[in-house]
């Protein structure tokens, strides 16, 4: 009966740990392409913010059991203060320190997200990108200490968890660029075109070289005293 608990227990922590690696990838993953803001017609931008925020509360449940089925195990002595005290495990202090790690970060990016309102946007931005640290801290944890990280099929959950983040940042990357060149050449052209007919008040540069300003013509027009014949 003692030896079904305990073997239970030990099944849940390994269950609990990889849903919660997996479920961190979705999180980072969806947090990268809403930033980058991907959209399409059939899933728009608040679609994606949104189940980007129930995909981190569901990792942190997972990790949430994960983290108390580690600790009350009777095999496994980790200890309460593990639980947030990095490298306080007795129980290989180094892979389990890892874990803690990780869980400080997320907590981290947690806490800033739920007092959003109240807390200055950059600095909610910097504490959100510890999420970028969090994610390998804890797959070198779930690497380090799993049961089943010699398994094949385990292997192929974590490369499928690296190939998805490397490819939303390869995609935001990527994006970045793109969105850099094209708001460079937008700034060309506006920068080629000396005035808009709605400008204000502006200046133009003559043949001669030497700019003069040009007043808005209060005609029923709206051209300007340049534009009239
Ligand atoms: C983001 C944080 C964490 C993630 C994603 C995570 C994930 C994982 C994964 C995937 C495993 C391997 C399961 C297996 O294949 O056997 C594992 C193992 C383990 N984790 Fe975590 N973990 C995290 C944090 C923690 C923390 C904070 C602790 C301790 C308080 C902890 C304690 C353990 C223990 C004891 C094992 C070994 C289970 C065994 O005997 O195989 N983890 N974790």
Request: aromatic share 8%; hydrophobic share 50%; with cysteine.
């Amino acid at each position: 009966m003692l030896a079904s608990y305990s073997t239970t227990i030990w099944y849940t922590i390994r269950a609990t740990g990889i849903v919660a690696l997996v479920l961190l990838t979705g999180t980072l993953v969806l947090g990268i392409l809403t930033a980058g803001r991907a959209k399409s017609r059939s899933w728009p931008a608040f679609a994606q913010a949104d189940l980007h925020k129930r995909v981190s509360l569901l990792a942190m449940v997972f990790l949430a059991l994960h983290v108390l089925t580690a600790v009350i195990d009777t095999y496994v002595n980790v200890g309460w203060a593990s639980v947030l005290v990095p490298f306080a495990s007795p129980y290989r202090p180094f892979w389990t320190g890892l874990g803690t790690v990780a869980v400080d970060l997320m907590l981290a990016v947690a806490i800033s997200s739920a007092l959003r309102q109240r807390i200055a946007a950059r600095v909610w931005r910097g504490i959100h990108w510890l999420a970028y640290a969090s994610w390998p801290v804890a797959m070198a944890h779930s690497l380090g200490m799993g049961t089943d990280a010699s398994r094949l099929w385990m292997d192929a959950v974590a490369a499928s968890c690296a190939l998805a983040v490397g490819g939303a940042l390869a995609w935001r990357i990527g994006d970045h660029k793109k969105s850099k060149e094209l708001a460079l050449g937008v700034g060309a052209i506006t920068r080629a075109v000396p005035v808009r007919p709605e400008a204000p008040s502006s200046a133009v540069l003559s043949a001669n070289g030497s700019t003069r300003s040009l007043r808005r013509s209060t005609s029923a027009t709206g051209l300007l005293e340049r534009d009239r014949p």
